[in-house]
């Protein structure tokens, strides 16, 4: 019986020419490395990153719409230290009470896309 094991990536949009965009915030803001894409894949445009266990494929779309309500949340080790890294790198964050035992809050990337970070405190 097949079993499904795991999230191998996610996948972002990104509008045609945003991978230095791309770079700058999941590089720079959020310190995920860059990984080079397999050589027949390249052609297609986009950005690879990895922080080993985390991997986020930003693919290059058009037409280009950002995804305002469907996101990936992940799971932080210390919520209050990122808000504040991501702050004094002038990302603006949206914090949210609603979901019992975590502390989260949500960004946009540098396209629009939302992104939710959280922190379990009860689970």
Do not use: C
């Amino acid at each position: 019986m097949m079993v499904i094991k795991r999230i191998d990536h996610i996948q972002l949009a990104a509008p045609i020419g945003g991978e230095d965009k791309a770079r700058a915030f999941f590089q720079d803001v959020l310190s995920l490395e860059e990984v080079e894409k397999p050589h027949e894949l390249k052609k297609n445009g986009g950005v690879w990153f990895s922080n080993g266990h985390i991997h986020i494929h930003v693919g290059i779309e058009e037409p280009f719409t950002p995804a305002k309500k469907a996101h990936p949340a992940f799971e932080v080790s210390d919520i209050d230290a990122l808000g504040s890294q991501l702050t004094e790198k002038g990302v603006s964050i949206q914090p949210d009470d609603r979901l019992p035992g975590a502390k989260r809050f949500y960004v946009n990337d540098p396209f629009g896309n939302r992104l939710e970070f959280l922190e379990w405190i009860n689970k």
